[in-house]
């Protein structure tokens, strides 16, 4: 028959066994009138160790299902002092990972061994990935507001610039001139010749522009064979000479296309755009001297000078007002 203490021995045998093999045992219950010996010692020890035992694989279960919120028990097992420094380790990964989200590719692991070389080189790869989306964006964004055919802006393009001249001329007093211009028979050009003939001209006519126009200028295509031109800061009289060195320039232009040359002439009406004054209104004016200059014999540059009264400097005299 065993006595008291061999039968606790046997008990502190079993806890221990059961902590080795990763099982959680019971504290060992000691009677309150029980001596004071190296048993009830060695018991109150093996109790403490069941005790940190428990907490500390509560507190891993926490860990490892990402509560890294949780709050870690009071103890002297190493392995705890360990898992501490984990959980620090996981919450700054979280932080530095959070801040990737969020744009930051500056962010690097250092703390971590191995993984920090595998989280790096992820952090890397992220970081030129968005650099080439964010690239290639930009050249798509680019590509929505250019006509692929001249490389001008495209009717898009002219809009977004409308409306920044816009504000700009609200804010500064200072006007700017809308051109629309239209190539001449245009038409013919494609039916005698083709379509690959008319895009080569139109190629040409592009270039001629943009040699014409001034650094603070905008050109468009407006649609087919019409082109759009946005005069910044100025005023009739310097606006329509920048429009007859356009004009005079696609006169002189001279299109070579499979051994034939293609020689073609523009018309184009301009209206000025004063503070306070509508966009929409401003490229209508544009388009009703455009209709004047085409109706007058085409090859003419038409204007808006006073209340929708179109009238041509190419003449000794003004235009009489339309019935």
Known sequence: MLNVNEQKIDRITEAINHLLEGRAPDAITLESDAPEDEVAQLTRYVNRLISEYGAFSNFLFDISRGDLDSEAPKGRLHALHSLKNLQANLRHLTWKTNQIAHGDFTQRVDFMGEFSD???LMVGQLAAARAELLAKNEELDRISRTDLLTGLMNRRGALEALEKEVHRANRSKRPFVVIIADVDHFKRVNDTYGHDAGDAVLVELAGTF???????????????EE??????????????????????????LQTLHHGISLQVTISSGM???RDGDDVDSCIKRSDLCLYEAKHAGRNQVWFQCAADTPASPLTSELKKPLA
């Not at 005023?235 to 002189?252: H, I, K, T």
């Open 210 to 224: 943009m040699e014409c126009l001034r650094l603070e200028d905008l050109c468009a295509r407006w649609g087919g």
């Open 227 to 252: 082109f759009l031109f946005i005069l910044s800061e100025t005023d009739l009289p310097e606006s329509f000479a920048v429009a007859e060195r356009l004009r005079l320039g696609v006169e002189n």
């Open 271 to 273: 209206s000025v755009f």
């Open 118 to 120: 595998s989280f790096n």
